[in-house]
């Protein structure tokens, strides 16, 4: 298992969350996400290390960016 930390910015309700989340949970490998909405810190499990750009790539189409 394998877990890193992302800030998410722009970020502003619990539809928010819930769209980065079923973003980022879309990647292959992706166990958990746990995001804290205050300060955009999203903590990201998986099976294996993830892609930087697959993850860039699950925030924008969320319409939200990694800081």
Do not use: N, Q
């Not at 949970?25 to 750009?53: F, H, M, N, Q, Y």
């Not at 697959?54 to 924008?60: L, M, N």
């Amino acid at each position: 298992m394998t877990t890193s930390t992302y800030t998410v910015t722009g970020m502003t309700c619990g539809h928010c969350v819930a769209s980065v989340t079923e973003e980022l949970k879309g990647i292959p490998g992706v166990e958990d996400v746990a995001i804290e909405l205050s300060t955009g810190k999203v903590e990201v499990t998986s099976a294996v290390p993830l892609d930087p750009a697959a993850v860039r790539g699950a925030v924008e189409e969320a319409g939200y960016a990694l800081a």
